[in-house]
């Protein structure tokens, strides 16, 4: 072995730990062929751990996963659990404390999978949704304030003047509903930092057009500024095509015509849900991988499919998704030429159509896949 690398795993829950399996297997098999050592290192954050402990993730945990390469991640959720702990106490936590500020999720449609937007071909979804991954209605600035009553807190109805009363001329002191709000937080480093990635990405891979999506028509503040920071950032890039789309109509776009779309640089909230709209439109979640970059530090890999507690230890899931995310990691770290093994793999598998798992319209295990990813892998040139 020439080189090596240490990779945090956190496998997560419900699907997460049987697609990770095939994950580690494919990558495993991928850098025997190509000579560099992967060293796998375990920890526990999930929903399991949290049960037993009450720990999400802590302070050296964090610390410890500082010092890898990589983080491969799993996917985490569970039923037991209320909506919001797991994932703002482990997945956004990493997130954050890595600064991970670009998420970035290809878009691209394999041959051999079949998009729902029946006529289009691969060269016509082949595009990537650079997603600011750290601000935005991300930031988890919040609460909720009771009009009247007792117990109600000084500085809740403080806020509530501001965002009410001032605004809108509500008349605070006869209005005693309730209220909840929530503060979107965007910055001109935060924004910069993202564009310029978008801009450098479109660049390298020989792209001419990056598109910035935004609600700027009614978010005035925010996504306004947003805009204002994309136009300054396009100057440094005169070879690169700019254009704004608001993310509603981008929504119809994407999908009436996706081959319009190359980078699509977009804030937090909106590149959530826009990916998961690309991830239909490439075949589904199954397929769909993400990368959670932070070009100085550490970075982390995952589906972008959630925990899917229904189909938990049953070894049906579609690890593809979990696999291309290896192939987006071990690019990452400077394996560019086995990512690309692991990709052709992958599509050498879906054109042949032999074994795909139940989403994709067949009926092989997950394992099944993982295994026909290797065989690929070892059968090329
Ligand atoms: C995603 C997920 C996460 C997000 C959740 C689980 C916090 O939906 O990775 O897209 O909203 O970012
Ligand atoms: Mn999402």
């Known amino acids: 072995m020439t080189h090596g690398y240490n990779i945090a795993v956190i496998r997560g829950d419900g699907i997460g730990p049987e697609v990770m399996q095939e994950g ?21 954050p999930g929903a399991e751990h949290y049960l037993q402990t009450g720990e999400l993730l802590c302070e050296d945990t964090l610390k410890e996963l500082e010092r890898c390469d990589a983080i491969y991640f799993g996917c985490i959720g569970d039923p037991r659990i209320e909506p919001g702990i797991l994932e703002q106490g482990i997945l956004l936590t990493l997130r954050f404390y890595f600064d991970q500020y670009v998420n970035l999720r290809p878009v691209k ?27 935005d209605f991300y930031v988890g600035i919040g609460g909720r304030a009771k009009g009247k009553g007792k117990g109600k807190k000084r500085d809740e109805l403080e806020i509530k003047r501001t965002l009410y009363h001032i605004k809108f001329g509500l008349d605070i002191e006869s209005d005693a ?13 935060g924004c910069e930092r993202v564009m310029r990635f978008a801009f450098e990405l479109a660049r390298a891979q020989g792209k001419k057009k990056v598109t910035s999506v935004d609600k700027a028509n009614v978010l005035t503040h925010g996504y306004g500024f947003w805009r204002e920071v994309f136009t300054d950032v396009a100057k440094d890039y005169p070879d690169i095509d700019t254009e704004f789309n608001f993310v509603d109509a981008i929504c119809m776009w994407l999908v009436k015509n996706p081959e319009w779309f190359q980078v699509i640089v977009t804030p937090n909230m909106f590149g959530d849900i826009i990916t998961d709209l690309g991830a239909m439109i490439q075949g589904g979640l199954g397929l769909a991988p993400g990368a959670n970059i932070n070009p100085d530090g550490v970075s982390m890999f995952e589906p972008i499919h959630g925990s899917a507690p229904k ?12 696999i291309w995310a290896g192939a987006l990691l071990l690019e990452n770290v400077g394996e560019v030429r086995a990512a690309e093994r692991v990709l052709h793999a992958i599509e050498a598998v879906l054109r042949e159509g032999q074994v795909r798992t139940y989403d994709l319209g067949g009926n092989s295990k997950t394992s099944e896949v993982g295994n026909a990813i290797i065989e690929k892998i070892r059968a090329q040139g």
Request: no cysteine; proline share 5%; glycine share 6%.
């Open 311 to 322: 189909y938990a230890g049953k070894g049906v899931s579609n690890p593809i998704a979990t």
């Open 177 to 189: 509903d309730e209220l909840a709000y929530q503060i979107g937080v965007v910055t001109r480093e």
């Open 109 to 135: 449609l394999l041959d051999g999978v079949r998009t729902p937007l029946a006529g289009k071909r691969p060269e016509d979804i082949d595009f990537s949704v650079v997603r600011e991954n750290t601000e």
């Open 24 to 44: 580690e297997k494919v990558l495993d098999a991928v850098s025997e062929r190509e000579n560099f050592e992967l060293r796998w290192i375990e920890y526990p």
